[in-house]
């Protein structure tokens, strides 16, 4: 008898199975997902941990009818195969393929666009409304991990919901895991609930009690829903959720089919807000994503059988070297703190938390608290580094401006996944914060061009005291120079002659540089000679330079990984138009005014002609353009014995 899984092209197929036949398609889920998973890599442990819920909602709901919002959608694998996207699950998170989060364009059982965390219940809640002005009728059902909840914005949503009493159902996927263990009061209230299920077992007791009470049995149960309450807060620690609105139920295994199956049952016919709180283990069912759900919250490929990695790089990461700098100056520096907001282990801050565990903070999924907290820290003097990636840290734009960059206070930001991430997609590319950041008064920007440079700018950043600084750098592996022995402070807004040239000026800022030296390389083999300058620091400026290069070359060439508008690029321009600089070409590359759909990250570099050939091809292109637009000859600058008449080189800067 083949797979049963084969059989499920949709939930409708699913509602035809009886409880042993759902824990087999469950039992069979797992087994497709590891298999799938250790080639693409993915989000296995959140998945593994939601096999029976998800199956459990689709079996109990109507959908697509009614509407599931997953929160992330890092734990939605299963919810994909049985939507139809069997066949396809092998191109998760490939370019073309599956993306590896929920994603409307991909399915009508995708009811909402995620990735980041938080959202899923102020967009149910906005379904639910918008459903009952249009006189629709359908379920909202609302999926949420207990580290989602930490954000702010879920706990706007549960505020807003609880008071409007639309009909909604919040089910908390609680498995007190966000990607490393859970943090925070709201975490140890939690797990007050799963530890003490005393309340919930005298309730059940003394319900169906009075509920066999035939005559009685009525005025008994009003009088005991009375004393429950009286009860409730005794035993209960907190009542939170009651609080704000919501219908509690659980907690709830959620790896027991029928028990879910029942309880959703009963959920699915009552109204207004309800809170079903579902107790599950994260990596369920694979033993080595149980033992570390950490690392298997989200990895590369990996072999099946020992739960090794597979790709293991000799370089470290940049996120690692983030972490060994910042060890390094806190050993030498006791003003020194860190901040994650949830993110130790991909930032490289788990090295702080285990070398000064008190003077390392995860705030939990809270970047805009991590900011402003940060902000506190620095206003009484302390030199905190806030270590968020470039694509959550958009969450916190206001607290940037407002608490630190208006106060001038010394925060450092670490930006981590600076550029382009690649299979996690167009949720988590961290394009923008050049764009986000360039533009904040007393702020410093600045990227580095590998590891060496990324140490002297965190000890930079932290030796400068005048306001806050932001560092950022790419997904990855660093460039793999020899490391120098000591670093240095740079000097501030001074970029780096790195090649010298003529005509044709290349300056690129932190993971475009050595792809700039490599295009000028290929373009000398043209006949061109182009410099290359490493501008390290897009806030400030080194208008210096750039007036010198201004002056001396006929076409400067920006190149950034990140968005065009609004970039480094875009610096540059503003400042040739503002300082009257108008016969100078300006060629802007960088990533377009659109969302990069998800592969592999040096695929979309290639793709995006950010790669040394790309550069070089771009800047090739653009001679060729104005030589036939007779407004410059390069072959003639360039070419045969006319190289000698090329203007002179500017002095050197940035040394
Ligand atoms: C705003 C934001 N910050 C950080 C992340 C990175 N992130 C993805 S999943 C996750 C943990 C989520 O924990 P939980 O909601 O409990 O789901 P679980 O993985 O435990 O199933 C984090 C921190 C994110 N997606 N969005």
Same mark, same amino acid.
């Given at each position: 008898?083949?797979?049963?899984?084969?059989?499920?092209? #949709?939930?409708?197929?699913?509602?035809?199975?009886?409880?042993?036949?759902?824990?087999?398609?469950?039992?069979?889920?797992?087994?497709?997902?590891?298999?799938?998973?250790?080639?693409?890599?993915?989000?296995?442990?959140? #998945?593994?941990?939601?096999?029976?819920?998800?199956?459990?909602?689709?079996?109990?709901?109507?959908?697509?009818?009614?509407?599931? $919002?997953?929160?992330?959608?890092?734990?939605?694998?299963?919810?994909?195969?049985?939507?139809?996207?069997?066949?396809?699950?092998?191109?998760?998170?490939?370019?073309?393929?599956?993306?590896? %989060?929920?994603?409307?364009?991909?399915?009508?059982?995708?009811?909402?666009?995620?990735?980041?965390?938080?959202?899923?219940?102020?967009?149910?809640?906005?379904?639910?409304?918008?459903?009952?002005?249009?006189?629709?009728?359908?379920?909202?059902?609302?999926?949420?991990?207990?580290?989602?909840?930490?954000?702010?914005?879920?706990?706007?949503?549960?505020?807003?919901?609880?008071?409007?009493?639309?009909?909604?159902?919040?089910?908390?996927?609680?498995?007190?895991?966000?990607?490393?263990?859970?943090?925070?009061?709201?975490?140890?209230?939690?797990?007050?609930?799963?530890?003490?299920?005393?309340?919930?077992?005298?309730?059940?007791?003394?319900?169906?009690?009075?509920?066999?009470?035939?005559?009685?049995?009525?005025?008994?149960?009003?009088?005991?829903?009375?004393?429950?309450?009286?009860?409730?807060?005794?035993?209960?620690?907190?009542?939170?959720?009651?609080?704000?609105? %919501?219908?509690?139920?659980?907690?709830?295994?959620?790896?027991? !089919?029928?028990?879910?199956?029942?309880?959703?049952?009963?959920?699915?016919?009552?109204?207004?807000?309800?809170?079903?709180?579902?107790?599950?283990?994260?990596?369920?069912?694979?033993?080595?994503?149980?033992?570390?759900?950490?690392?298997?919250?989200?990895?590369?490929?990996?072999?099946?059988?020992?739960?090794?990695?597979?790709?293991?790089?000799?370089?470290?990461?940049?996120?690692?070297?983030?972490?060994?700098?910042?060890?390094?100056?806190? #050993?030498?520096?006791?003003?020194?703190?860190?901040?994650?907001?949830?993110?130790?282990?991909?930032?490289?801050?788990?090295?702080?938390?285990?070398?000064?565990?008190?003077?390392?903070?995860?705030?939990?999924?809270?970047?805009?608290?991590?900011?402003?907290?940060?902000?506190?820290?620095?206003?009484?003097?302390?030199?905190?580094?806030?270590?968020?990636?470039?694509?959550?840290? +958009?969450?916190?734009?206001?607290?940037? $401006?407002?608490?630190?960059? !208006? +106060?001038?206070?010394?925060?450092?930001?670490?930006?981590?996944?600076?550029?382009?991430?690649?299979?996690?997609?167009?949720?988590?590319?961290?394009?923008?914060?050049?764009?986000?950041?360039?533009?904040?008064?007393?702020?410093?920007?600045?990227?580095?061009?590998?590891?060496?440079?990324?140490?002297?700018?965190?000890?930079?950043?932290?030796?400068?005291?005048?306001?806050?600084?932001?560092?950022?750098?790419?997904?990855?592996?660093?460039?793999?120079?020899?490391?120098?022995?000591?670093?240095?402070?740079?000097?501030?807004?001074?970029?780096?002659?790195?090649?010298?040239?003529?005509?044709?000026?290349?300056?690129?800022?932190?993971?475009?540089?050595?792809?700039?030296?490599?295009?000028?390389?290929?373009?000398?083999?043209?006949?061109?000679?182009?410099?290359?300058?490493?501008?390290?620091?897009?806030?400030?400026?080194?208008?210096?330079?750039?007036?010198?290069?201004?002056?001396?070359?006929?076409?400067?060439?920006?190149?950034?990984?990140?968005?065009?508008?609004?970039?480094?690029?875009?610096?540059?321009?503003?400042?040739?138009?503002?300082?009257?600089?108008?016969?100078?070409?300006?060629?802007?590359?960088?990533?377009?005014?659109?969302?990069?759909?998800?592969?592999?990250?040096?695929?979309?570099?290639?793709? !995006?002609?950010?790669?040394?050939?790309?550069?070089?091809?771009?800047?090739?292109?653009?001679? #060729?353009?104005?030589?036939?637009?007779?407004?410059?000859?390069?072959?003639?600058?360039?070419?045969?014995?006319?190289?000698?008449?090329?203007?002179?080189?500017?002095?050197?800067?940035?040394?």
């Amino acid at each position: 008898m083949g797979r049963l899984l084969d059989r499920i092209n #949709s939930p409708e197929d699913l509602r035809r199975l009886d409880i042993p036949g759902l824990a087999q398609v469950a039992r069979e889920l797992r087994e497709f997902m590891i298999q799938n998973v250790s080639q693409t890599g993915g989000h296995l442990a959140p #998945s593994l941990g939601a096999v029976e819920l998800t199956l459990a909602l689709h079996y109990v709901f109507d959908t697509p009818r009614d509407k599931i $919002v997953w929160d992330v959608g890092h734990q939605a694998y299963a919810h994909k195969i049985i939507t139809g996207r069997r066949d396809r699950f092998h191109t998760l998170r490939q370019y073309g393929g599956l993306s590896g %989060f929920v994603k409307p364009e991909e399915s009508e059982y995708d009811t909402f666009g995620v990735g980041h965390a938080g959202t899923a219940i102020s967009a149910g809640l906005g379904m639910a409304c918008a459903r009952d002005h249009l006189r629709e009728d359908y379920k909202v059902v609302v999926v949420v991990g207990d580290g989602a909840l930490t954000c702010g914005l879920s706990f706007e949503g549960l505020n807003n919901a609880g008071a409007l009493g639309k009909d909604l159902v919040v089910v908390l996927n609680d498995n007190e895991m966000s990607i490393s263990r859970n943090v925070g009061a709201l975490s140890h209230y939690l797990t007050d609930i799963i530890t003490a299920p005393m309340y919930n077992r005298l309730k059940n007791d003394i319900w169906e009690l009075t509920g066999k009470m035939s005559h009685l049995g009525r005025r008994v149960r009003s009088i005991v829903a009375r004393i429950d309450q009286g009860l409730k807060s005794i035993i209960v620690p907190g009542l939170l959720f009651e609080k704000l609105g %919501f219908r509690y139920i659980g907690p709830v295994d959620g790896h027991n !089919l029928s028990r879910l199956i029942r309880v959703l049952t009963e959920v699915r016919k009552f109204k207004g807000p309800i809170l079903v709180h579902v107790i599950t283990k994260k990596g369920k069912g694979y033993k080595y994503a149980e033992e570390d759900a950490p690392r298997f919250h989200g990895l590369g490929p990996f072999d099946v059988e020992t739960g090794r990695s597979k790709k293991q790089s000799l370089v470290p990461t940049y996120s690692e070297l983030a972490g060994e700098v910042v060890v390094e100056i806190a #050993s030498r520096n006791p003003r020194v703190v860190g901040i994650t907001a949830a993110m130790s282990l991909g930032t490289g801050l788990i090295q702080l938390a285990e070398a000064f565990p008190d003077r390392f903070y995860d705030v939990g999924i809270a970047e805009g608290h991590a900011v402003t907290f940060a902000a506190g820290l620095a206003i009484r003097g302390l030199r905190p580094i806030v270590a968020i990636y470039s694509t959550f840290l +958009q969450r916190a734009y206001d607290m940037i $401006v407002h608490d630190v960059a !208006l +106060q001038k206070l010394p925060v450092v930001f670490a930006i981590d996944r600076a550029g382009v991430v690649g299979d996690d997609g167009p949720t988590h590319n961290g394009v923008f914060d050049l764009s986000y950041l360039r533009h904040i008064p007393n702020l410093v920007v600045m990227a580095p061009k590998d590891e060496n440079e990324l140490r002297d700018m965190f000890w930079t950043a932290v030796s400068y005291d005048k306001g806050p600084t932001a560092i950022r750098y790419p997904r990855g592996a660093a460039v793999g120079v020899p490391r120098k022995p000591s670093p240095e402070i740079l000097p501030i807004g001074k970029a780096e002659i790195l090649r010298e040239g003529q005509n044709v000026a290349i300056l690129a800022i932190g993971s475009t540089v050595y792809p700039a030296l490599e295009a000028a390389e290929r373009l000398e083999t043209r006949g061109l000679n182009p410099m290359v300058v490493n501008a390290r620091f897009v806030k400030p400026l080194d208008e210096e330079l750039l007036r010198e290069l201004a002056g001396h070359f006929s076409l400067l060439v920006t190149v950034e990984e990140n968005a065009l508008p609004g970039g480094f690029g875009s610096a540059v321009a503003e400042f040739l138009a503002d300082n009257g600089y108008r016969d100078v070409r300006l060629l802007r590359l960088g990533v377009p005014d659109e969302f990069l759909e998800h592969g592999d990250r040096g695929l979309l570099l290639q793709l !995006l002609g950010l790669d040394g050939q790309g550069i070089a091809a771009a800047i090739e292109r653009e001679l #060729s353009f104005h030589e036939k637009g007779s407004r410059f000859d390069w072959r003639r600058l360039f070419g045969l014995g006319e190289r000698e008449k090329a203007e002179q080189l500017p002095a050197h800067h940035g040394k």
